[in-house]
């Protein structure tokens, strides 16, 4: 009977490709939403998860996310490195100068200044040129994009002077950073270069970065150094979501992706299970012989969950497959760079594609298990 | 043949609809018998309750109070599996409407009773073009129901009541919407197919034009089984038998 059923499904063409298309297009609509939300809020993280050689990041106690930083004292390099379970531990500036190029043309930047000896935090993607030229006299690294803000339409060259905050720098290299939240440059340079792009503070440490020994847990030194010295300690992952959660609290971001989920949510449910619904209850006659002739409720039942599976799955297939392709396209582009899609958008669509399909399925099934078969005997 | 022989016997059926001042009493105690062999007529005016005497027969509408059996068998009394499973293998049904499935072609809706039977699909299909054949369709066989005649429809809804091989072929108005020579046609290769000794067919008409195949003819008015002629035995077209 699975071949009655799926020759019942397809035989009206509108209706079934009606039917695909309408699943097809919920799923795209949630998959896009979705991982672009995602990539959005995993961008607020970037500049932490681009530090693959430290684990544990601290801060001021009351430091949320990273964009908001109160500076630390020097002593408190000192006092984490005392703390039992630290490897080694280095300070980080991070400052939002602005970048100006020979032409004139700027843009705020996210400079983040590393350890002078160690590097520690240094692009490991690099475009064009090696970080380790750092250790070069004003000297610094900046992302592809960033340079494209700068030198729009010019091709990526090294040894290009910029001033940021009226300090003369030269690009040394060209890295791959992670897209920050804004549209900053980000650009990488010595500790000691970065603080000369500052006011006149008497502090500047932003973030000691630490990597705990051998032995102990990146969560473990966390709480010893916060025991020990009273500062914020975060491992690479907590600090990321704390930047994440911070941004899903404060800001519109959730609102505005949430209504355009509901709504790709709901518009798919109402289409898709609207017109499964009326396919269904335009066959009752059919169903009706066939319950005459002898067909019983679970096999009449098994044809409907088919029809609605099938719809489902081509629909959710063909929706995939036009979200990847969006997403191959515009992750070549440098505005989106880094937004992809996600398979946990993936799952999470497909179980909403389940759940429209078997909501569909049951409303249109009560219709179909409460006909009276004597139906078939009426003119 | 052994008329003696009861395909279905009704005692006693009522059935109503509907509560209180809206309640209908469509049958009122028919008393009923079909014989085995033969192919019975069930006349009367519309809205006497012919239709839902059959629907209760088929066993797809329950009664209201008194018994119907099938050769032996008290439908009502099975449970609704075991009645959905005895109507899949005793009854062959034949509607007004054909009641065709559009999406798939004379074979395969001739096939349906026999794939529903758990046949596999291609030796379903198989057996429904040799009868098909039979039936004068053999050429239509792949063809989609709306790109044959009412009658080519009907002859396929007939191969439909018929490939399992019923012992009940329960037929509803079955040449109403076909012309004379069609309807004769069809009611020719019902009575020829259709009909052996163990089995039996029940028409339910207006078309007093296929009379002369009937074997018994019961009137129906008002909920009752007024009487059955077989007195006067019809003369079906030699070729029927």
Same mark, same amino acid.
């Given at each position: 009977?699975?071949?009655?059923?799926?020759?019942?499904?397809?035989?009206?063409?509108?209706?079934?490709?009606?039917?695909?298309?309408?699943?097809?297009?919920?799923?795209?609509?949630?998959?896009?939403?979705?991982?672009?939300?995602?990539?959005?809020?995993?961008?607020?993280?970037?500049?932490?998860?681009?530090?693959?050689?430290?684990?544990?990041?601290?801060?001021?106690?009351?430091?949320?996310?990273?964009?908001?930083?109160?500076?630390?004292?020097?002593?408190?390099?000192?006092?984490?490195?005392?703390?039992?379970?630290?490897?080694?531990?280095?300070?980080?500036?991070?400052?939002?100068?602005?970048?100006?190029?020979?032409?004139?043309?700027?843009?705020?930047?996210?400079?983040?200044?590393?350890?002078?000896?160690?590097?520690?935090?240094?692009?490991?993607?690099?475009?064009?040129?090696?970080?380790?030229?750092?250790?070069?006299?004003?000297?610094?690294?900046?992302?592809?994009?960033?340079?494209?803000?700068?030198?729009?339409?010019?091709?990526?060259?090294?040894?290009?002077?910029?001033?940021?905050?009226?300090?003369?720098?030269?690009?040394?290299?060209?890295?791959?950073?992670?897209?920050?939240?804004?549209?900053?440059?980000?650009?990488?340079?010595?500790?000691?270069?970065?603080?000369?792009?500052?006011?006149?503070?008497?502090?500047?440490?932003? &973030?000691?970065?630490? !990597?705990?020994?051998?032995? %102990?847990?990146?969560?473990? =030194?966390?709480?010893?150094?916060? +025991?020990? $010295? /009273?500062?914020?300690?975060?491992?690479?992952?907590?600090?990321?979501?704390?930047?994440?959660?911070?941004?899903?609290?404060?800001?519109?971001?959730?609102?505005?992706?949430?209504?355009?989920?509901?709504?790709?949510?709901?518009?798919?449910?109402?289409?898709?299970?609207?017109?499964?619904?009326?396919?269904?209850?335009?066959?009752?006659?059919?169903?009706?012989?066939?319950?005459?002739?002898?067909?019983?409720?679970?096999?009449?039942?098994?044809?409907?969950?088919?029809?609605?599976?099938?719809?489902?799955?081509?629909?959710?297939?063909?929706?995939?497959?036009?979200?990847?392709?969006? &997403?191959?396209?515009? !992750?070549?582009?440098?505005? %989106?760079?880094?937004?992809? =899609?996600?398979?946990?958008?993936? +799952?999470? $669509? /497909?179980?909403?594609?389940?759940?429209?399909?078997?909501?569909?399925?049951?409303?249109?099934?009560?219709?179909?298990?409460?006909?009276?078969?004597?139906?078939?005997?009426?003119? | 043949?052994?008329?003696?022989?009861?395909?279905?016997?009704?005692?006693?059926?009522?059935?109503?609809?509907?509560?209180?001042?809206?309640?209908?009493?469509?049958?009122?105690?028919?008393?009923?018998?079909?014989?085995?062999?033969?192919?019975?007529?069930?006349?009367?005016?519309?809205?006497?309750?012919?239709?839902?005497?059959?629907?209760?027969?088929?066993?797809?509408?329950?009664?209201?109070?008194?018994?119907?059996?099938?050769?032996?068998?008290?439908?009502?009394?099975?449970?609704?599996?075991?009645?959905?499973?005895?109507?899949?293998?005793?009854?062959?049904?034949?509607?007004?409407?054909?009641?065709?499935?559009?999406?798939?072609?004379?074979?395969?809706?001739?096939?349906?009773?026999?794939?529903?039977?758990?046949?596999?699909?291609?030796?379903?299909?198989?057996?429904?073009?040799?009868?098909?054949?039979?039936?004068?369709?053999?050429?239509?066989?792949?063809?989609?129901?709306?790109?044959?005649?009412?009658?080519?429809?009907?002859?396929?809804?007939?191969?439909?009541?018929?490939?399992?091989?019923?012992?009940?072929?329960?037929?509803?108005?079955?040449?109403?919407?076909?012309?004379?020579?069609?309807?004769?046609?069809?009611?020719?290769?019902?009575?020829?197919?259709?009909?052996?000794?163990?089995?039996?067919?029940?028409?339910?008409?207006?078309?007093?034009?296929?009379?002369?195949?009937?074997?018994?003819?019961?009137?129906?008015?008002?909920?009752?089984?007024?009487?059955?002629?077989?007195?006067?035995?019809?003369?079906?077209?030699?070729?029927?038998?």
């Amino acid at each position: 009977m699975n071949m009655v059923a799926w020759k019942m499904l397809t035989h009206e063409r509108a209706k079934y490709l009606g039917l695909v298309f309408a699943i097809a297009f919920s799923t795209f609509l949630l998959e896009n939403q979705t991982s672009i939300f995602a990539g959005i809020l995993k961008r607020t993280a970037s500049q932490i998860l681009d530090v693959t050689d430290a684990e544990v990041w601290v801060m001021d106690p009351s430091t949320q996310y990273f964009e908001e930083t109160k500076a630390l004292r020097d002593t408190a390099l000192t006092r984490v490195r005392g703390v039992p379970g630290t490897a080694w531990a280095v300070r980080l500036f991070k400052g939002i100068p602005v970048a100006r190029t020979e032409t004139g043309r700027f843009a705020q930047s996210i400079v983040l200044g590393l350890d002078d000896a160690t590097l520690v935090g240094a692009p490991r993607k690099m475009v064009l040129g090696t970080w380790d030229r750092l250790r070069e006299p004003d000297s610094v690294v900046i992302d592809r994009a960033g340079y494209l803000l700068l030198y729009p339409g010019q091709p990526l060259q090294l040894g290009r002077r910029l001033e940021l905050n009226d300090h003369a720098v030269t690009i040394v290299g060209i890295s791959e950073a992670g897209a920050p939240f804004a549209s900053f440059p980000v650009i990488h340079t010595r500790y000691s270069t970065a603080t000369r792009f500052q006011g006149l503070e008497r502090n500047q440490m932003a &973030f000691i970065l630490a !990597r705990p020994t051998p032995g %102990t847990s990146a969560e473990a =030194l966390c709480t010893s150094i916060h +025991a020990a $010295t /009273g500062l914020r300690a975060r491992t690479s992952a907590e600090f990321a979501w704390d930047c994440i959660r911070y941004y899903l609290k404060n800001t519109g971001i959730p609102v505005n992706f949430g209504i355009t989920i509901a709504i790709a949510l709901i518009v798919g449910t109402v289409v898709a299970g609207q017109t499964f619904y009326l396919f269904t209850v335009e066959n009752l006659r059919q169903f009706g012989t066939l319950k005459a002739i002898g067909i019983p409720n679970r096999r009449l039942m098994a044809m409907v969950l088919l029809q609605g599976a099938a719809v489902g799955a081509i629909g959710f297939a063909l929706g995939t497959g036009m979200a990847a392709v969006f &997403f191959d396209v515009f !992750r070549q582009q440098v505005a %989106t760079r880094g937004i992809i =899609l996600m398979w946990q958008s993936v +799952a999470l $669509t /497909g179980g909403c594609m389940v759940f429209v399909v078997v909501l569909a399925s049951v409303l249109s099934l009560r219709r179909v298990l409460v006909l009276e078969p004597a139906i078939v005997f009426r003119a | 043949m052994n008329p003696s022989r009861p395909a279905v016997q009704c005692r006693n059926l009522r059935k109503q609809f509907g509560d209180g001042d809206t309640r209908i009493e469509v049958l009122r105690g028919v008393e009923f018998t079909a014989q085995a062999g033969e192919l019975t007529f069930l006349l009367g005016p519309s809205g006497c309750g012919k239709t839902t005497l059959i629907s209760v027969i088929a066993g797809l509408l329950d009664s209201s109070s008194g018994d119907v059996e099938i050769f032996g068998t008290a439908v009502e009394k099975l449970d609704p599996d075991a009645r959905v499973r005895f109507r899949r293998s005793h009854l062959g049904f034949v509607f007004q409407q054909y009641n065709l499935l559009p999406a798939l072609t004379a074979a395969e809706n001739a096939a349906v009773p026999l794939l529903a039977a758990g046949v596999k699909p291609r030796e379903a299909v198989g057996r429904a073009r040799e009868l098909l054949g039979k039936l004068g369709l053999a050429d239509r066989a792949d063809t989609l129901p709306s790109r044959l005649s009412g009658g080519q429809q009907q002859r396929v809804a007939l191969a439909r009541a018929l490939i399992h091989g019923p012992k009940l072929v329960v037929c509803d108005e079955p040449t109403a919407a076909l012309d004379h020579a069609t309807g004769e046609s069809v009611m020719e290769l019902l009575a020829g197919a259709a009909l052996a000794p163990d089995r039996a067919v029940i028409v339910v008409t207006h078309d007093t034009r296929v009379l002369p195949f009937a074997h018994a003819i019961a009137q129906m008015d008002d909920g009752r089984i007024l009487g059955v002629d077989r007195t006067q035995r019809r003369t079906a077209p030699a070729h029927s038998h």
